[in-house]
C-alpha cells in the first residue's frame, strides 16, 4: 500500500487545459510514495546513485549502498507511478555515516566526500567534521530522480523522513543526528566542441564561458538558506571532450556537471522542510 498518492500539477490544471487551443499534450500522472523494497528496488536504487555521483560513481561502491539503503525499509521513500513492484522514479533516503563507519563503501564515500570537500574552502566545516573525532552524528541524505520528474515530489519525501527519523528516536534507534550532509549536483555552461573551427562567428564566446551555477535540483536554493555550508566540487574522473555536448540539449552551450554538498544543522530539519513545501508547492 503506498505511503501517498497524489497527481502531478499538470493534471490538477487538466480540465483547464483541455478547454484551451493549445497543442501542448499533457500526460496526468499519479505518483505513489512507497518504502523501499528490497525485494524490487535494487537496481533502481541502484541506478539513481550511479546517476546522483555522475561520473565519480566508479570511486564508490553503488551496489553496497543500495543494499545499506534497502536494509532499513521503514527509513525513507521511493516514488513510483505503476505500483510498489515497478522501478523507483525518486528515492530519499539517509544513513548514519558514524553507525555505519566500520562498512567498506561508506568508508570509501566518506574518504571520498572528505577528499573532495578539502577542495573548496566554503567546504572546509564538512570536511573538518568528517575526519576529525568528535561529538557529531552526520547523517548523509541520499536523494535523486529522473530526469523530468518533477520537483514537488519532494517535500512530501523529506516531510515523511522527518516523522520516521522521529519514531525511530521513540524506538531508541540510532537516527538522533546532529547534522544532515546532502549530496547533490550543479552544472556550469560551457562552450560547445561542436563549433571549434565553425566559420560561422562565435557570440564572444558566450563570456569566455559562464562561472554561473545551473542547479538539477532546484530545492537545493532553499536548503542553501538553512545552511552551515554548501559549495561545489569538481569530479575526479575528467569527463571525455564532447560529453559536455551531448547533455546540451538543445541549446548552444554543453553542460559541465560538478558536485555538490550541503551541511545542514539537524535543528533546522522542521524550518528546512516547511520551507521546501513553499516553495516547491503544486500550482
Do not use: C
Request: no cysteine; charged share 30%; aromatic share 8%.
Amino acid at each position: 500500500m503506498a505511503k501517498r498518492k497524489v497527481p502531478t500539477p499538470s493534471e490538477a490544471h487538466a480540465e483547464e487545459d483541455s478547454s484551451s487551443d493549445s497543442d501542448t499534450d499533457m500526460l496526468d500522472v499519479d505518483f505513489e510514495w512507497f518504502d523501499p523494497q528490497p525485494e524490487v528496488d535494487f537496481h533502481g536504487l541502484k541506478t539513481l546513485l550511479r546517476q546522483l555521483l555522475d561520473v565519480d560513481s566508479q570511486f564508490v561502491d553503488t551496489s553496497a549502498l543500495a543494499d545499506l539503503i534497502l536494509a532499513q525499509p521503514l527509513l525513507g521513500s521511493t516514488v513510483k507511478v505503476d505500483g510498489n513492484e515497478t522501478d523507483p522514479y525518486a528515492f530519499l533516503s539517509v544513513i548514519n555515516l558514524q553507525e555505519n563507519k566500520e562498512k567498506p563503501a561508506v568508508k570509501a564515500l566518506v574518504d571520498y566526500i572528505v577528499r573532495q570537500a578539502s577542495t573548496n574552502p566554503a567546504l572546509s566545516l564538512v570536511a573538518d567534521l568528517l575526519k576529525t573525532p568528535n561529538n557529531a552524528t552526520v547523517g548523509l541524505i541520499l536523494t535523486e530522480r529522473l530526469v523530468n520528474i518533477p520537483s514537488e515530489v519532494v517535500p512530501p519525501m523529506y516531510r515523511m523522513l522527518l516523522e520516521e527519523i522521529m519514531w525511530a528516536i521513540e524506538e531508541k534507534e540510532p537516527y538522533n543526528f546532529s547534522h544532515y550532509l546532502i549530496i547533490s549536483k550543479t552544472y556550469q555552461e560551457i562552450s560547445s566542441m561542436l563549433d571549434t573551427g565553425d566559420d560561422r562567428p562565435q557570440k564572444k564566446k558566450k563570456k569566455e564561458d559562464s562561472k554561473q551555477v545551473f542547479y538539477f535540483h532546484p530545492e537545493d536554493e532553499v536548503l542553501h538558506r538553512h545552511a552551515v555550508a554548501y559549495g561545489d566540487y569538481t569530479y575526479i574522473r575528467e569527463e571525455a571532450d564532447g560529453q559536455a555536448d551531448a547533455k546540451r540539449a538543445f541549446q548552444e552551450l554543453g553542460v559541465k556537471p560538478q558536485g555538490h554538498l550541503i551541511l545542514l544543522d539537524a535543528s533546522e530539519g522542521e524550518t528546512m522542510v516547511k520551507a521546501l513545501e513553499d516553495f516547491l508547492r503544486p500550482a
